[in-house]
């Protein structure tokens, strides 16, 4: 597909006043031929809501909404990413920028509309985050019916997967050798703790997430994110997408990011709350990407990660790191500026 090559602040601009905005993460360039339409789908469901007079979170919830009913290439929604037990699970979060409010939801099962759920946590509840069958069961209780994320697709790759011995897989310092078995497995004896930072091929196919900002007229920020977490992850694993500062974060007097990769590591570095820190501060929001990219290379440099970033003034940027099979990233932006949504790419550091 060929992309178009944009100047992000050209479009962003420095306005003298905030200006709706609307942001969304796309998959990898390895990925993208099988999402098509899906992010003109997202982004202009997103931006119907904000036209109609629909909130900020609402835009949210309905972008990333729209991208689990569609599936988006398996990465976000019912039947992807089976666990190394098959089941698909999900993962969500939403925040209001405005009240610093989060709902949140994670190892989400029997469930399809994640960010929905996530949403009923912040009415509903004086909770942030909600886990597992308990979340399921909240679900319920708000009205989301249980429906099976098990699809054929999903039962072929967890199929796929047990007849290359469980490879890849998350395991490590275990018996039998991880690397040639699928178990089960038992802790080695007299293991020297070493971080092991490769990247491979597994991390850039194997993580994918809808990240969402939005930046409404009157400056009002909201984000949120929804994935089914890394492929033939342990079960109960919980990435980054559905922790506030990690997957997401808005702030309505500074701006929003979002962020996508392989969650083990990027968690760690709260880089949505981050980048936006630095936005506060007034560094540009390219700048602030990249700076928060640059942040995590020092400790994993060779981590699958791409962070999206907004400031309340309109202007927006992203930036991801630089690895063997990725070296561009893709986004969605809507603003009145534009006709109508366009996708835009950056080059890896």
């Known amino acids: ?95 209001d920028g405005n009240t610093m409010e989060v709902g949140a939801v994670a190892d989400l099962r029997r469930v399809k509309n994640a960010i929905g759920v996530a949403r009923k946590v912040i009415e509903y509840t004086k909770h942030t985050l909600l886990v597992g069958e308990s979340a399921s069961l909240f679900a319920v209780k708000m009205g989301f019916p249980y429906e099976d994320l098990t699809t054929q697709k999903s039962l072929s790759l967890y199929s796929e997967w ?8 998350y395991w490590k310092n275990v018996v039998p050798d991880s690397s ?59 990435g980054d997408s559905p922790i506030a500062g990690a997957g997401s974060y808005a702030d309505s007097t500074a701006g929003g990011a979002a962020a996508t990769g392989d969650g083990d590591i990027m968690m760690r570095f709260l880089p949505s709350y981050q980048a936006v820190e630095y936005m506060r501060m007034g560094t540009d929001p390219t700048v602030a990407c990249q700076k928060v990219i640059s942040r995590i290379q020092k400790y994993a440099p060779k981590f699958f990660g791409a962070i999206i970033c907004a400031n309340t003034t309109g202007s927006y940027g992203a930036a991801c790191n630089k690895i063997p099979g990725f070296t561009q990233f893709h986004f969605m932006v809507s603003s009145p500026l534009l006709s109508r949504p366009t996708e835009q790419v950056v080059d890896c550091i």
Do not use: F
Not at 10 to 23: E, I, K, M, N, T
Not at 69 to 76: A, F, P
Not at 162 to 169: A, G, R, S, V
């Open 162 to 169: 047990l007849n290359q011995n469980c490879q890849p897989n």
């Open 1 to 95: 597909m060929k992309m178009l090559q944009v100047d992000l602040m050209s479009l962003g601009g420095d306005c003298s006043h905030p200006a709706a905005l609307l942001l969304h993460s796309l998959p990898t360039p390895l990925q993208l031929s099988s999402h098509t339409p899906g992010p003109l789908a997202i982004s202009s469901a997103a931006w119907r809501v904000l036209e109609s007079g629909g909130s900020e979170l609402d835009a949210v919830e309905r972008g990333c909404g729209q991208c689990e009913i569609d599936q988006c290439d398996g990465s976000v929604g019912y039947g992807g990413s089976p666990d190394e037990s098959g089941e698909t699970t999900l993962d969500a979060m939403i925040m």
């Open 180 to 238: 040639k078995s699928c178990g089960p497995y038992k802790r080695r004896e007299g293991v020297t703790y070493r971080e092991e930072h490769t990247s491979s091929q597994r991390s850039v196919h194997n993580h994918d997430t809808i990240g969402m900002v939005v930046i409404g007229a009157s400056g009002t920020v909201a984000s949120g994110t929804s994935t089914n977490g890394a492929i033939h992850k342990l079960p109960g694993r919980v």
